[in-house]
């Protein structure tokens, strides 16, 4: 066992090894995409060489008697890769035994990929996007680019046959505010609708002042480019659209469309549909004041790890919309668990300043540090609405070790930050922590670190700019 346990290392190691070599030719596929039928699939795939910005997408289709696809099948098993002919190295993701119907080479990774159930191809949104958020995007990126179920590209779309330049500048500001690139704020969701031959986009509001939707329609046969009506997700709740149900909810519930309330609750109603767009539903209907989905809500999170992540991280997202305050004891059991502390973080802070008085006991119980972290990442989120809980945060600092927990002294000084000018009775209580963070940070940085994976300067260092940030802001 051993033996064969040390041959495994030794091939991945090599395999690892050859594929950092830059000029290597071959690609490896990276992720899936599938339409809800599960007929037709996305492979994507990468070069070897890290510095290749190129994708490549095969569209194939489940082998007639197969299972359906699963995104999380690696096909590393019995299945194999299905590989080129011309080039071994080249894996495509694609299940041995299906059929591949085509191949495309794209520039650039894309956002999203919306996948035609009835094999008319597929569509790739947002080709600018990337993992690079500092990379400058080359001008007249595509944002839609149309493929045919051969691979042939169809149609290419870019921002400024979407939106006119009034649009185009909102966004810029958009992008500005977030830190972000023009081209990777436009896009919020969209699906193929097969029976009109139409790719509908989902677009964000380039208006700051809003934040409804706006649709766009293009035509997959002559490229025509039209504006939508958010009628159109209506009517694909209305007609049970698996592609379109979890964008089309969301559309319907921010324009509070008269008869989202009887097609959201048939959604929620209809258990052969997945959990996730029941819980899309259960959102939906929370947001015009239907609470039919507290009881999905609630089960999912108590279900857990024993249930599937993504539903379980979704239900959690929806609690504070669908539940209200009393989705605070759920999320509280939750901060135990540090694998989702920045996402049960976020959903306390969405409940509001109701929840404050919660999130300063979890501060003052310091035998449970996981809870504590995350209580303070919340007054964080929530910022000078959450003022009551300066004392709690000031006599957690004075309990603080600067040497032993950087994590809680930076987390209640960026919290204190957040807070601003209302947080000015905890000053005494920074200053005297400066010091402290100050001493701890010169004595590392003589020591210097014990290995390539000792972090304890960084760590020192930015306690120390975060305390001190965070005097800045409250006022010396």
Not at 422 to 440: E, M, R, T
């Amino acid at each position: 066992m051993l033996k064969r346990f040390e041959l495994l290392l030794a091939i991945a190691a090599l395999r690892l090894a050859s594929r950092a070599t830059a000029d290597e030719p071959g690609w490896e596929w990276r992720s899936r995409s599938i339409e809800p039928t599960g007929r037709y699939y996305v492979a994507m795939s990468e070069p070897h060489d890290s510095s290749d910005w190129r994708r490549a997408f095969t569209l194939a289709e489940r082998r007639p008697g197969s299972d359906r696809v699963s995104s999380m099948e690696d096909f590393a098993g019995d299945y194999g890769f299905c590989r080129s002919v011309a080039n071994p190295e080249e894996f495509f993701g694609v299940r041995k035994g299906d059929i591949v119907h085509g191949r495309v080479v794209l520039p650039r990774p894309p956002d999203r990929v919306f996948i035609s159930s009835a094999g008319l191809g597929f569509a790739a949104l947002g080709v600018a996007a990337r993992t690079n958020e500092a990379e400058a995007v080359p001008p007249g990126t595509d944002a839609v680019v149309i493929v045919s179920k051969n691979g042939g590209i169809l149609h290419r779309k870019k921002l400024a046959d979407l939106f006119p330049g009034d649009e185009i500048v909102g966004f810029k500001r958009q992008a500005a505010l977030q830190h972000r690139d023009v081209h990777s704020v436009w896009l919020r969701g969209g699906w193929i609708d097969d029976a009109a031959g139409m790719l509908v986009i989902v677009c964000n509001s380039p208006s700051t002042t809003s934040d409804k939707p706006t649709m766009r329609l293009i035509d997959l046969n002559s490229g025509k480019l039209s504006s939508g009506s958010p009628e159109l997700a209506l009517t694909a709740v209305e007609e049970m659209n698996r592609a379109a149900m979890v964008p089309a909810l969301a559309v319907a519930a921010d324009w509070k469309l008269a008869g989202l309330q009887p097609a959201a609750l048939c959604v929620l109603e209809d258990k052969k549909l997945p959990v996730r767009i029941r819980l899309c539903a259960a959102s939906a209907l929370a947001a015009i004041g239907d609470q039919s989905g507290a009881q999905l809500v609630t089960d999912t999170i108590r279900l857990g790890k024993e249930n599937r992540r993504r539903d379980f991280m979704l239900a959690v997202i929806y609690a504070p919309r669908v539940l209200g305050t009393a989705a605070i004891p759920l999320l509280k059991q939750l901060a135990v668990d540090e694998w989702y502390d920045d996402i049960v973080a976020r959903a306390l802070a969405d409940i509001g300043p109701a929840v404050v008085p919660s999130l300063t006991e979890m501060i003052a119980n310091a035998e449970n540090p996981p809870a504590r972290h995350v209580a303070i990442e919340a007054i964080s989120l929530l910022g000078p609405s959450a003022k009551q809980a300066v004392p709690a945060l000031t006599r957690a600092l004075q309990e603080a070790d600067c040497a032993k927990d950087w994590r809680t002294g930076s987390g209640i000084a960026r919290a204190l930050a957040h807070i601003g000018p209302d947080a000015k009775a905890a000053i005494p209580a920074l200053k005297h922590f400066a010091i402290g963070c100050c001493a701890h940070l010169r004595k590392v940085e003589a020591r210097g670190p014990a290995s390539s994976w000792d972090l304890s300067v960084d760590w020192a260092r930015s306690e120390y700019d975060d305390v001190l940030g965070a005097l800045a802001k409250v006022g010396r």
